[in-house]
């Protein structure tokens, strides 16, 4: 658990450690308190010695009170810190992972930091900070009667050793546990986002009766693990009051051989029970510990929310675009997507991508903005490579037009502004630039007219107008726009054109993927794509006409260079 003296946690933690040295102190009181009624009270029969005995152990527990308030507030500090340092990275190492290749979107790591406050809140990291004080009571123990710290010594390590057992048993069987319950977790989501599809064809029983196979293996793992931990559990306790009967009993022999007195031998018992206490809590409470060590574990993970390394801030870039032999696959044993495609794009033209459905066009265009890392080449916005940039200053300077447009339940001017402060001039110059401000003053409250979750309210092509609007707010350098003109009609196709025109005036470098022959004109060059292999780029008019004439031919015999192109 060194996670526990990690920087942001050292002094909640450090604070929590001196409260239970001073609670653990004052628990003593109550030991020596049945030792002195016994061997005092009882003897002098002093009725002032029971009020000074009774009067100090009362105060001894008083303030044993309030330590344990303070460590459960230090913890409860701890956990709280855990929450503000590593939830927002947590949540976007998620975001960050959902736009990668294969769509792994979920939020397994905020769950992670979620576990690890819990655990700070539950009763487990308590018994942590009390077991260490074991060997002291032992010791207290012996000096009443070595006997007795000799009984209660090897019942101690007895506990011990079914601590031990217990986390061999139960570590793996947990890990598997994480992984199937975490799976599961993803397959419901899975089957959530495309209930349309599995309601319209029919297919929820069949999806209800998938998931309930990888439930029931889930039921059957947990049962196992339950039982493992509540039979190891029940040994622990089991053992514990053991070893208090046996402490008893030696207690009682030696009383009656009068090497003891009948106050050491309760006082004794009472230590004892207090010094195992935690040991058998820690016992009851391992998965709680495992799953603490676990989420820790994935959260230092590279690529995650505690190993992340602030990256340099980058200029502002011109908006030059250069791809340099980049290679891309999901999967290092199958067939690359993109096969050595390269090409420049210099800064303020406009680039289109065509081809065949499937040919790596939407890959291209997410390894042009960084979303998906390239196995090998370069993609590099002005001579920095687009992986060096950080995420979000790079957003500033890029806008992206994804074929699914979503939204929000924000309003329309903070859906522009992507979610941050609303600049009301740069809102309404995105929206002008997308030719979408007449038709947003058209809505029922303009600009304020709230969107919904995924834009329910709005038509396609009032979400696709708006989606431009986002991808331009802020004047970005480089805009990539994958079908724009898949859900517009006549005046959305007209409005996108100009817009088209107007980027190209400010001198945005804009790349393109799409089919359409009116569209792709408006552009500087074309590129055409065909399995993931650059074919042919060249003059937008020159690569039209031989794609409308099917002749295009291979890459050797026509390539122009982007800047080339446009001389």
């Keep these: 658990m060194h996670w526990l003296l990690a920087a942001p946690l050292r002094r909640f933690v450090a604070l929590a450690a001196f ?40 105060l001894a527990l008083a303030f044993g009170y309030c330590m344990d308030v303070v460590r459960a507030q230090a913890l409860a500090a701890a956990g709280r810190a855990v929450m503000e340092r590593l ?56 000096l009443m009667q070595p006997w007795l710290g000799v009984t209660a010594a090897v019942g101690a390590v007895a506990l011990a050793g079914i601590a031990v057992v217990t986390e061999r048993v139960t570590r793996t069987r947990t890990d598997a546990l994480t992984r199937l319950s975490r799976g599961l977790g993803r397959h419901a989501d899975a089957l959530v986002r495309h209930a349309e599809a599995f309601v319209g064809l029919g297919m929820v029983a069949s999806a209800v009766a998938q998931w309930r196979r990888r439930h029931t293996h889930w039921l059957d793992e947990q049962d196992q693990l339950g039982a493992s931990s509540a039979r190891l559990s029940a040994l622990a306790r089991a053992a514990r009051q053991g070893v208090q009967m046996a402490v008893l009993g030696v207690g009682a022999l030696l009383v009656v051989g009068a090497d003891a007195s009948p106050g050491i031998m309760v006082a004794a018992t009472i230590l004892l029970g207090r010094a195992l206490q935690p040991v058998e809590h820690l016992i009851s409470g391992w998965q709680q510990l495992l799953d603490a060590r676990g989420a820790w574990r994935r959260l230092c993970e590279p690529g995650s929310a505690v190993s992340k390394v602030p990256t340099l801030r980058l200029p502002a870039p011109s908006g030059r675009l250069s791809v340099e032999r980049v290679v891309f696959g999901h999967d290092p044993l199958r067939p690359a997507l993109i096969k050595g495609v390269s090409f420049t794009v210099g800064a303020g033209e406009s680039l289109g991508l065509i081809g065949a459905s499937g040919s790596g066009k939407t890959t291209l265009a997410r390894l042009l903005l960084g979303l998906w890392v390239p196995r090998s080449g370069s993609v590099r916005l002005d001579a920095a490579d687009i992986a060096q940039w950080n995420r979000d200053d790079l957003g500033a300077h890029v806008g992206y037009l994804p074929q699914d447009t979503s939204f929000f339940d924000a309003t329309v001017a903070q859906s522009i502004a992507r979610l941050g402060a609303v600049d009301d001039v740069q809102v309404i110059r995105a929206a002008q630039l997308a030719q979408a401000h007449d038709m947003i003053l058209r809505l029922p409250q303009g600009y304020d007219t709230m969107l919904g979750d995924a834009g329910i309210a709005l038509s396609g092509g009032q979400r696709q107008r708006i989606a431009l609007a986002r991808a331009l707010y802020g004047q970005p350098k480089l805009v990539v726009l994958d079908e724009p003109d898949a859900h517009l009609d006549a005046e959305g196709e007209a409005a996108l054109r100009v817009a088209l025109q107007a980027l190209k005036a400010q001198g945005t470098t804009v790349i393109v993927v799409g089919h359409r022959a009116a569209l792709m004109a408006q552009l500087d060059t074309i590129a055409v794509l065909k399995d993931g292999t650059l074919q042919a780029i060249g003059p937008a008019a020159t690569m039209l006409a031989r794609w409308r004439a099917r002749n295009v031919h291979p890459l050797p015999t026509v390539r122009v260079d982007a800047q080339e192109a446009t001389a």
């Excluded at 979107?105 to 308590?126: I, P, T, Y």
């Design 19 to 58: 409260a239970s040295l001073l609670l653990n102190l004052a628990l003593l009181m109550p030991s020596l308190y049945t030792l002195q009624v016994f061997d005092r009270v009882f003897a002098s029969r002093s009725i002032e010695t029971l009020v000074m005995l009774s009067a100090l152990t009362l």
């Design 87 to 142: 939830s927002p990275p947590a949540l976007e190492q998620a975001l960050l992972r959902g736009a990668g290749p294969g769509a792994r979107a979920d939020v397994e790591r905020v769950r992670d930091v979620a576990q690890l406050n819990r655990f700070l809140h539950g009763s487990g990291v308590r018994a942590l900070f009390d077991a260490p004080w074991l060997p002291i009571y032992l010791t207290v123990i012996a």
